[in-house]
């Protein structure tokens, strides 16, 4: 991090305070990938078992990160003397992927066996307390002294875009801790001050993935907290203000998450803004396709780096994420930032031809 001039590359009025720098490979530059990784210290991993967060994609998904990709990018950190591994965590939800001998078997139908690398899937955590609450942190994360991120950056029901700060904020926690975050976002209600005016059951986005909305109001206010997501919306968008979370934001305990694992590390976030789908690879099927490629973001930064990913992502669509989700996008971007996860001012920076 530095003093650098904000946003340098679009403002026509920039201002100078404290930024980070997110380099930009466009997607017809992608073979300039391993000359953009070799700009980063790469050698403050060597000698290091270095966990390369990513999520292989669901079974049936077809929009992850292709493999090629993730093996240039372990080529680069074994050629500076790191020893990286391919490393994502159980979800919590039933699926391709809810047992470590699934996902192993999802890995090498997804093509990520042969690539060179060991591949680790994790759940067992490391209790990390932070912002009064706290978070089990994937063993294998906690114990390394740097990560690396490869992000699908992508739509999301919940943050709207899905990147660097997701990818560990959920994807780096026990299934315990992921339940726990989702479950904390869930609502509760003053019936005193609740109307049934229907705002809530509007604004629920559980029928996309349920097929059925969680919130029903039908001559009185019922959920079914097995269906909600924990999104928050409802708690936001109530009029009345009769909603309150279970315990808190789901975007401000993501973040809290994200440090969790991040504190004290040596990071490389590399985000991948390649079929740009609306749905996480999470989805079996996360179509469509919302925004044309974009290209490869590389920073030391995971605030800034999701902050160009929105900015550029919205550029091309030539709308909002907030349009396509009722959600800002950079909602849970900044309250990492709050968190003092990174900056949400960044520079983007194009490698010198």
Known sequence: MGSRWVNALYSSEPVYRSVSEVVFIPAEELARLPEALRSFDLGRFRGEAVPVKLHMGERGNKWYVEPRIVKLICDELSRAGAEPFLFDTLPCYEGGRDTKEKYLETARMNGFWGLGYPIVIGNDGVEVPLGGRAFEVAEEIYRSKGVVAISHAKGHTITALGAAIKNFGMGGLSDRSKRYIHDGGKPVIDGSKCDLCGTCEALCPSDETYGEKAIRVEGDWSIDYGACLGC??????????????????????????????????????????????????????????????????????????????????????????????????????????????????????????
């Not at 996480?280 to 902050?307: F, K």
């Not at 994420?321 to 909602?331: C, H, P, S």
């Not at 520079?347 to 031809?353: A, K, S």
């Open 232 to 353: 928050g919306r409802c708690v936001r968008g109530c009029p009345r203000g009769a909603l309150a979370y279970m315990m808190d934001d789901f975007n401000r305990l993501l973040a809290l998450g994200a440090k969790a694992c991040l504190m004290g590390k040596e990071v490389l976030c590399i985000n991948v803004a390649l079929k740009i789908t609306k749905f996480c690879d999470c989805a079996v099927d996360a179509l469509p396709i919302i925004c044309e490629d974009i290209g490869v973001l590389i920073s030391n930064d995971p605030v800034a780096i999701d902050a160009a990913s929105v900015d550029l992502i919205e550029g091309r669509m030539k709308k909002s994420f907030r349009e396509l989700f009722g959600v800002d996008a950079m909602d849970h971007i900044r309250f990492a930032e709050e968190a003092g996860l990174g900056s949400a001012e960044y520079e983007l920076v194009r490698i010198p031809r």
